[in-house]
């Protein structure tokens, strides 16, 4: 289920079963009821090592937001290799941060309550999320940059954060999805993608191109 | 700041003292902070017949969602009298939406996070939520129904309760609109409304319209 790489050190090592101990407790028990004694215990490591290690169960979410970060980088990246049409590529990356999240979707509403607060350390949009956050935002920007596709510059160069935002609602929507493999949040980016499809090359025409560059830059900025 | 009618009976006004004591309270303290027996204190009633009036804290959320919409259906209902182009008839709605929201800004953080779990009461899109959801509903259908459009039908009979779905995601948005007067929230409002107005005639074209009606479908489902 996790890509796991053999830590060199034991203090690397430790650090690694506490974060697999959260992540399996994360999964089985929700956000809510995950403890860091209940971590320690599960980890056989003390509590005041556990704190060593992450100062509080927040900084064990950003440490699993990044894990599935690089997870999702590590699906989508060979698949981009293979493709240079721009909304392909973008249906790679959002599709593939799907699938990355799939053992999470029982538990996603309770981690969605704790998150959604605009002043907590653990939504996305926050500071402390900035690290996971810019590693999402790279690969929408590597799904742009590496693209054929007539975008205007600065709408091409605004895309890649305001499909992060994108990615948050359609991740929103995922989390309420009760349907079998969240079949409908799947359908609803693919019908999504074929609109874009056929709206890009009009993103040219004048009147157009400055109103997508505002609408951009203000889903942006929902960011600061 | 809210509408007030003169309650006939002595009961019809103990409810309404209530339900002023809850509202002045959430938006004084928040959701997560105000308790029934501090409604009841407020309201000069006991507790018991806090609870006769409203069997739980949730009910009162109810209360004030179906007054909010009272409240954004008396302000859009004259001025959509003036109006017939579709794209200004929807202005007028998510304007007047967020104009009636404007007493609850500060306290909106804390309902959002009591709201936003799958399986909340209070959650818009909640079964128990229904009442007030069709009240909002029901203007985004005068908003399309009294329109001079040419949209086709089965587009123009998904668009309220799509627009609806819209509409919370706009004001998730202004949830976490630091802004003055959140003029942000207010300025991506008009930028999406310009790109509509420049998109809606596109909709009509064979293979637009069959992929606009499938996104609408999907977004309609996620009530269910």
């Known amino acids: 289920m996790f890509e796991t790489e053999i830590p060199e050190s034991k203090s690397a ?4 079963r506490i974060s697999e101990a ?17 971590i320690a215990d599960r980890a056989g490591v ?18 699993l937001y990044e ?12 698949l981009l290799a293979e493709e240079r049409g721009l909304v392909d590529r973008l249906r790679i ?8 999240l799939v053992p999470y979707q029982r538990s996603a509403p309770g981690f969605l ?7 907590s350390p653990i939504n996305p949009l926050s500071a402390d999320s900035g690290p996971a ?33 994108a990615y948050l609602g ?15 949040t799947r359908r609803m980016l693919d019908a999504g993608l074929r609109l874009l499809a056929v709206s890009l090359p009009f993103v040219r025409m004048p009147g157009l191109h400055q109103t997508t560059r505002e609408l951009l830059t203000l889903v942006v900025e929902m960011r600061s």
Do not use: C
Not at 13 to 16: G, L, Q, V
Not at 22 to 38: P, Q, V
Not at 170 to 184: H, I, M, N
């Open 13 to 16: 090592r430790t650090r690694a």
């Open 67 to 78: 894990r599935v970060q690089r997870e999702h980088a590590g699906a989508a990246v060979p």
């Open 113 to 119: 309550s704790a998150m959604i607060a605009p002043d």
């Open 170 to 184: 359609l991740v929103l929507r995922w989390t309420y999805d009760s349907s079998a493999g969240q079949e409908k």
């Open 133 to 165: 956050r810019e590693m999402t935002v790279s690969l929408f920007r590597e799904a742009v940059s590496g693209a054929q596709h007539r975008l205007p510059t600065d709408v091409a160069a605004l895309l890649p954060e305001a499909l992060f935002v």
């Open 46 to 63: 003390s509590v005041g090592n556990a704190y060593y290690y992450f100062p509080s169960k927040n900084h064990l979410v950003q440490d």
């Open 22 to 38: 959260a992540i399996a407790s994360f999964i089985e028990r929700g956000y809510a009821d995950t403890t860091m004694r209940l």
């Open 93 to 100: 990356v959002f599709e593939s941060g799907l699938d990355t």
